[in-house]
């Protein structure tokens, strides 16, 4: 409890684009290496970067989505570092004008209901290096450029976060966010959004920051918590040893949850920045900004806000609910096929739909209940058609092909019974059979009534209806 863990974030977003940053080559993930790399992401002598007008709107999305200054003039820059999968021997990326400047935040909640702003320092342009093979190549590595000059955009925070937690909520709002704008994919196993964390600690009061460790390219909400987790504790044990920090790039192995120190760390003077003589400064106008302003979706916050304000649903549930947009249009189609029933279609999206998803490893847009399904079953149940324990018989039927609730209730003779007459003569039957039970109940041992829904539920196949049981059942047991 003396140390302080100081996080900051740097994300690269890759951009949802049909072509790369500068040229016109494909950006189709999956292909055979090597087959989408032209002259200009090679860098061969006489060829000219073109930007790529749709980087620039995305990256102005991203912009006006948390709230940041849109720079009116940037500019690309020539970043020089040799690593065998540039082959330009320099990045084009923006260093001292970058397209999204200061003033940006995302606002992520806490564990105790409160919220937390993270500020954001910056956010910039760059095309992405190829990526070195070494799995398929005993003793030797390969190289694959097809990523090469792939449109990124790197996302870098303040130094705000203050655990592994904190890291998660913001990472998860940045990519709930990025999602909703289009501007990319998030596919995290195609590394399509990666983060890198700059990690330090120090001693509860200090001001100044201890030295970083870098940790680079982790592709996972899991490894990215337990990476941070495990430097934490390296640099308080180091520390406290008599040992220094030293400022580097580090590599985090999930097998051995364990990082490895992997280079120093370079400053931007190491790069030496200087800018790109192929480009021209890049302007943007207010009515540029203005007509993307104009095209921009409903964003998290203001849907998560207009959820709790519309249909009464609390924080948590808002919040997961609006986690994608694909979700979020689901949940408000179940909510219109049931005939509003909020707070149902919050339950069973979040809770049997989502097991079921996660169990089958599914994405909400591949289920094969649809909305208007499971709106449909939800109205049975708020009808009293039946009751909500059949209804997850008959979401397993809808979710293995049937295609209507109500052939579904009437093929399998599940409707539920709500005739008062009926019920009663089968609560006689119970209470006749269980003479003891019946006694002891009266005799003050009130747990005992769950045992009598049980019987009566077992007898019904599951078909009265709860609460006209409970209330027929607690006046005949007092007799």
């Given amino acids: 409890m003396e140390w302080e863990t100081v996080i900051g974030l740097e994300v690269h977003a890759q951009l949802l684009t049909k072509s790369k940053i500068f040229s016109g080559a494909s950006t189709a993930f999956g292909a055979e290496p090597n087959t989408q790399a032209c002259l200009i992401d090679l860098g061969f002598p006489g060829v000219l970067p073109v930007l790529n007008a749709e980087v620039v709107t995305m990256a102005i999305k991203l912009g006006l989505g948390v709230n940041a200054e849109i720079a009116r003039k940037s500019v690309f820059a020539r970043k020089n570092y040799f690593y065998p999968d540039l082959p330009k021997g320099y990045q084009i990326s923006q260093y001292e004008l970058p397209i999204v400047r200061s003033g940006g935040y995302i606002d992520i909640p806490l564990e105790d209901g409160t919220s937390k702003r993270i500020n954001i320092t910056r956010a910039h342009l760059e095309e992405d290096a190829g990526k070195s093979l070494h799995e ?53 196993q195609e590394g399509s959004f990666r983060c890198d964390a700059n990690v330090s600690v120090r001693r509860k009061g200090e001001t100044k920051l201890g030295t970083r460790a870098e940790l680079k390219n982790i592709n996972s909400f899991r490894f990215i918590e337990r990476a941070i987790n495990y430097e934490v504790e390296r640099q308080i044990a180091l520390i406290e040893g008599g040992g220094k920090v030293r400022q580097e790039t580090r590599l985090f192995d999930p097998n051995k949850n364990e990082s490895r120190s992997m280079r120093g760390k370079e400053e931007a003077n190491d790069y030496r920045y200087f800018p790109d003589p192929d480009l021209l400064p890049l302007v943007i106008t207010d009515a540029d900004i203005e007509a993307v302003r104009r095209a921009l979706p409903e964003l998290p916050e203001q849907k998560r806000q207009r959820f709790i304000e519309k249909y009464g649903l609390g924080t948590y549930d808002a919040t997961v609910l609006v986690s994608t947009r694909a979700m979020a249009d689901y949940f408000e189609t179940v909510v219109t096929a049931s005939g509003n029933q909020p707070k149902l279609a919050a339950n069973w999206v979040m809770g049997e739909l989502s097991a079921a998803l996660n169990k089958a490893d599914k994405e909400i847009i591949d289920t094969p209940v649809s909305a208007v399904q499971l709106g449909k079953l939800i109205q049975r149940i708020a009808d009293n058609t039946i009751s909500g324990k059949i209804a997850k018989t008959i979401f397993e039927a809808l979710w293995n092909g049937e295609a209507d609730v109500d052939q579904i209730i009437e093929k399998q003779g599940l409707k539920q019974v709500t005739d008062s007459g009926a019920i009663e003569v089968l609560i006689d039957k119970i209470i006749a059979a269980n003479p003891q039970q019946v006694a002891d109940y009266r005799g003050g041992k009130d747990k005992l009534f769950g045992f009598f829904v049980g019987q009566a539920m077992k007898e019904s196949g599951g078909k009265i209806n709860p609460q006209q049981l409970n209330e027929l059942l607690k006046k005949k047991l007092m007799g």
């Fill in 136 to 188: 398929d190549f005993q003793g030797l590595s390969g190289i694959d450029l097809n990523r090469a000059g792939t449109p990124l955009l790197e996302i870098v925070s303040e130094p705000d976060m203050r655990s592994a937690k904190e890291a998660i909520a913001y990472l998860k709002a940045l990519h709930s966010l990025v999602r909703y704008l289009g501007i990319c994919d998030g596919n995290m």
